[in-house]
């Protein structure tokens, strides 16, 4: 771990939870994800003893927590810790510590509503999970509907031309749905939850939606294949089918009345954990670079001692410390105050996925050939730091969402 | 016209309900094993309620340091109180403000269950809900 922690009233604990996960994330993490990243075929990636082995000790260790309060068998982080934790997790894998971070979905926003049903059947059974038998997924990405589901408080929300794909009716005490989650579901094909973010009252446009925990082992649930894609390879991601699935009345957390509010937060709380995961993503390839740079030698002297590397060595330096600082004080204002000031968590995602990918970039550029082979895990970082630029909202139209507030 | 006529009205009601609460065998205990101390900041009319680590209601100013602020009116305080007004749909309209750690907030949410069953008759008690 290479980096002053500037901030200087962290508790003993805190820097033991911080030690502990690095631990976590270098001997456990970074090592499965490299080699899980080597599997040609995603279907092999979940087919792996490898991939389940890893999931199962992030859940003996409580990863899978985060979120949630330690009334429900959580972690219960206090917000900076939930930062300090993801990116520790960041720093060894991006595609395990999203992973694991959205396995709580349901369970996290049943809990902002705790009935006793939900108490019972989905908080309950989650935090006592600790061999990933309950695997959650945030289901809101459509095939003709991306970023333009993450506009709330803009007036194309309300636009009654724009809807989404996956319908829900109410059948006396069940909830009907029907339609289809695309292919970019993270852990869409290995859960056995969705929170369902689907359209209620189609008149009303995106504004008219609701959110709902769809358990996968109820008739008319069908899931695809797992998406072959640039990075992250070892985060499942597949389409999910709801075909007239009946769902008890008590799942559908939020409706029509305040889903604006509830997209919201889950944007500023999503956002917020994504700029902290890609600070560390940026972090392990500045360091890796750093290491590289002091060791390999060109033109009679280490890289280090070249004026050039050192410039940009400083500059992915900067960068990496401004991520950090950005995403923690979004997160740790975001998850303090509801309702959240969301462009802080767009700001942080943004700015903290560019900054990977910028430093990632970087870090290929300093190693040179071998940058771009499998050798080092720098091009790794590359490819996952360039597909988290569109995953959770392109950065681009994100950036038109948070500037609506400004 | 607001549901508390007054400040020491809305102290009167809502004071018997949190001591009904802190004084509940489960969820009593629950709340001061939580340690967390919250503030209520009410407008219409304006007032402070305090539950404090120690199972103590205050109503009125007091030297603490709130792990968690409510920010609301007294209107909504008495239709969260009968379930009329969900967290979702006073977060969505702006009803409340919430400022402290998320997941203690959520913490708090199943122990409030005493206090929703014994409100109505409370509220019916102190003339503020008819039937």
């Known amino acids: ?406 | 016209m607001a549901v508390f006529e007054s400040t020491e009205k809305m102290y009167e009601v809502l004071g018997s309900l949190f001591k009904k609460l802190m004084a509940d065998p489960e969820m009593g205990v629950k709340y001061r094993e939580s340690k967390i101390i919250i503030c209520f900041n009410i407008t219409e009319p304006a007032g402070q309620i305090w539950l404090t680590d120690q199972g103590e209601v205050i109503c009125g100013k007091a030297d603490l340091k709130a792990t968690i602020e409510m920010d609301l009116s007294g209107d909504s305080c008495h239709l969260f109180w009968l379930k009329e007004l969900s967290l979702p749909i006073a977060l969505a309209k702006r009803k409340i403000k919430a400022r402290g750690p998320m997941p203690k907030v959520l913490k708090l949410l199943p122990m409030l269950k005493p206090a929703y069953e014994a409100y109505p008759e409370i509220a019916k008690a102190h003339g503020i809900l008819k039937g």
């Open chain 1, 1 to 406: 771990m290479s980096y002053t922690e500037l901030n200087m009233d962290l508790t003993r604990e805190q820097k033991t939870m911080k030690e502990e996960t690095h631990r976590f994330s270098k001997e456990v993490l970074r090592p499965a994800s490299l080699e899980l990243d080597k599997l040609h075929d995603p279907e092999d990636v979940i087919k792996s003893p490898l991939f389940w082995d890893t999931m199962k000790k992030g859940y003996e260790l409580g990863y899978h927590t985060v979120f949630i309060p330690d009334t429900w068998g959580g972690l219960g982080l206090d917000p900076l810790e939930v930062h300090i934790v993801l990116e520790e997790l960041g720093w060894g894998s991006a595609d395990f510590a999203i992973g694991l971070g959205v396995a709580c979905f349901p369970a996290f926003f049943a809990s902002m509503v705790p009935n006793e049903r939900l108490i019972e059947d989905i908080i309950k059974p989650f935090g006592r999970n600790t061999d990933a038998s309950i695997i959650g997924c945030w289901g809101i990405t459509e095939p003709e509907h991306g970023t333009d589901t993450l506009v709330p408080g803009t007036p194309e929300f309300s636009d009654p031309k724009i809807r989404g794909q996956v319908s829900a009716r109410l059948d006396g005490d069940e909830w009907v749905i029907e339609g289809q989650k695309s292919a970019w579901v993270s852990n869409g094909t290995i859960s056995t939850h969705s929170l369902v973010y689907l359209n209620i009252d189609p008149s009303m446009g995106m504004k008219g939606g609701g959110i709902c925990i769809v358990p996968h082992n109820l008739p008319g649930v069908r899931k695809g294949r797992p998406l072959d894609k640039m990075g992250q390879r070892a985060l499942n991601q597949g389409e999910i089918f709801f075909d007239k699935v009946r769902v008890p009345k008590d799942y559908m957390l939020v409706d029509q009345e305040s889903y604006e509010a509830m997209l919201d937060v889950t944007l500023a709380t999503a956002n917020a954990g994504m700029g902290a995961i890609f600070t560390g993503v940026a972090r392990a390839a500045y360091e890796e670079a750093l290491n590289y740079s002091k060791t390999r030698i060109q033109g009679g002297k280490p890289l280090f001692e070249h004026q050039l590397i050192k410039h940009k060595l400083f500059n992915m330096f900067m960068k990496v410390e401004a991520a950090r600082a950005l995403s923690r004080s979004a997160i740790v204002y975001n998850l303090n105050n509801t309702p959240p000031l969301t462009r802080y968590s767009i700001a942080s995602k943004v700015f903290c996925t560019n900054t990977a990918f910028e430093v990632a970039s970087d870090a290929v550029q300093i190693f040179g050939g071998i940058g771009v082979s499998k050798e080092y895990p720098v091009e790794k970082f590359f490819r996952d730091a360039r597909a988290a630029m569109i995953e959770d909202g392109a950065n681009d139209s994100l950036m038109i969402t948070g500037a609506h507030s400004l």
